[in-house]
Every structure is written in C-alpha cells, then in structure tokens.
C-alpha cells in the first residue's frame, strides 16, 4: 500500500489505467495510403515511378521527395494488405499509450530513416510502408519493456509476443524482394526515438484525493524541440550524403 502526502493510506483499487487517447492518425494513414494505391491503379507504373520508388540515381539527381513518398506506395494488392493489417494492429495499440504527437513522429521518422537506410545499402529501388510499421512495432517493444512492472503478466506475455513478431519479420526479411536495410531502418529508428522521447508512466499519488494515479516522468513538452532538431538534422545529414 503506498501512503498519500497527508499520510492516510491509499484506497485499494484493482487496477490504475494507462492513459490514452483513442485511435485516430491509424486510420487516417490507412485511408490515405489506400488513396494513394487507387491513385497508382488509376494512372498507372508511370505514376509510381514518378512519385513513389525510392531510386537512388534519381534521388543523387535531387528528387529528394523520394525520401519520403516510398512510405505511400505499394508494389501489388497484396504489399498493400498485409501492411495496412500491420498498421491496423499495430497502430491501434501503440497510438493509444504514445498519443497523437508521439505516434505521427514515430511513424514518420520511422518510415523515412527506412527509406534513407534502403538509399545507402539497397542498390535496388522499393517502396511501401513496411520501415513505418517496423517503427511501430519497435516503439510498442520499448513502451511494454519499459513498463513490464506496471502492466504485470499480461505486459510481460504481450512483449514476448512483440519480440517473437520482430523475429519472425526480420527472418522474412532475408527473402528476396524484400527491402531488409528499410525493415531494419525503420525499426532502429522506432526503438531509439521511442526510448527518447516516449512516456514513461510511474505511480504516483493525487494530491487532492490521495488517489493512486500514473504521471508521465518523460514528459513530451520537453523532449519536443530538441526531438525537433534532432529529426532535422538527420534528414540534412540525409540530404547531404546524397548529394556528395
């Protein structure tokens, strides 16, 4: 039993909720993405190419943009499922703990540090959002492994499910055709800014009430700008390895 600051002892309670938010930029991702794929069923390969493969000569010839539209673009019906399912999942669970700030910058830095990790290892040009959801994976990694004390058994059997998918994907990685340095880029980037600047709720007491409540001791205000500047700083690091 913890004891409050006026020193009368907490009210049992059964459990203290994780605060969330509910889902939201998963689903404006997915619907935005399937936009995308219609766009490239409508006009056709020339649409892809022009827009959406990440081609290094192209990018060395200053179409920097393909740093970061490969995330929208699918190669079939089929690349497009299965990475929508991803998100769908994934998304749904790791949006709600990260919130909407947190979640967009993961998932976006993500899938670009997968598209610059394909641009300096992978000859071949690729697309999809498989570097984003990687990311995402990653980040929910981090958040139950930081919190497995808090969340219990149930924490604990969800990480070792997460870990196991992690695994299993980047085995399947090694099959040709598949963009290994975007997955493996995507989720070193979801791991080391999840670590950064993702929430890190302790138990903590209510002042008025005494209640038992969770505080974010990483709060988002603070790790913002810099988290700002860091993201920056990485894409113009980007832009001048490209070019040189």
Same mark, same amino acid.
């Given at each position: 039993?913890?004891?409050?600051?006026?020193?009368?002892?907490?009210?049992?309670?059964?459990?203290?909720?994780?605060?969330?938010?509910?889902?939201?930029?998963?689903?404006?991702?997915?619907?935005?993405?399937?936009?995308?794929?219609?766009?490239?069923?409508?006009?056709?390969?020339?649409?892809?190419?022009?827009?959406?493969?990440?081609?290094?000569?192209?990018?060395?010839?200053g179409q920097y943009w393909r740093l970061i539209t490969p995330i929208f673009f699918h190669a079939s019906p089929i690349h497009l499922f299965f990475n929508m399912y991803a998100l769908y999942n994934i998304g749904n669970q790791i949006e709600r703990p990260l919130g909407y700030a947190r979640f967009l910058m993961i998932y976006f830095f993500s899938g670009m540090a997968g598209v610059f990790a394909s641009f300096l290892f992978n000859k071949?040009?690729?697309?999809?959002?498989?570097?984003? %959801? $990687?990311?995402?994976?990653?980040? @929910? *990694?981090?958040?139950?492994?930081?919190?497995?004390? =808090?969340? !219990?058994?149930? +924490?604990?059997?969800?990480?070792?499910?997460? %870990? $196991?998918?992690?695994?299993?994907? @980047? *085995?399947?990685?090694?099959?040709?055709?598949?963009? =290994?340095? !975007?997955?493996? +880029?995507?989720l070193a980037a979801g791991l080391a800014l999840t670590a950064w600047i993702g929430p890190r709720w302790e138990l903590d007491a209510d002042p008025v009430t005494g209640h038992p409540r969770l505080v974010d001791a990483n709060p988002f205000s603070r790790r913002l700008l810099l988290a700002g500047f860091v993201i920056l700083a990485f894409f113009a690091a980007a832009l001048w390895m490209a070019v040189r």
């Open positions: 039993m913890i004891d409050n600051p006026r020193g009368a002892p907490l009210p049992r309670v059964a459990s203290v909720p994780v605060p969330s938010v509910k889902p939201f930029f998963t689903y404006v991702i997915l619907a935005v993405t399937v936009l995308v794929y219609l766009a490239q069923w409508t006009f056709g390969d020339a649409f892809t190419y022009s827009y959406g493969l990440k081609i290094n000569n192209l990018i060395l010839q071949s040009p690729s697309l999809g959002a498989s570097g984003a %959801i $990687f990311g995402l994976i990653g980040a @929910l *990694a981090v958040f139950l492994f930081r919190h497995r004390s =808090l969340l !219990g058994a149930v +924490g604990r059997s969800m990480l070792t499910n997460v %870990i $196991f998918i992690i695994v299993m994907n @980047l *085995a399947i990685s090694f099959t040709p055709q598949i963009d =290994l340095w !975007g997955h493996l +880029g995507g």
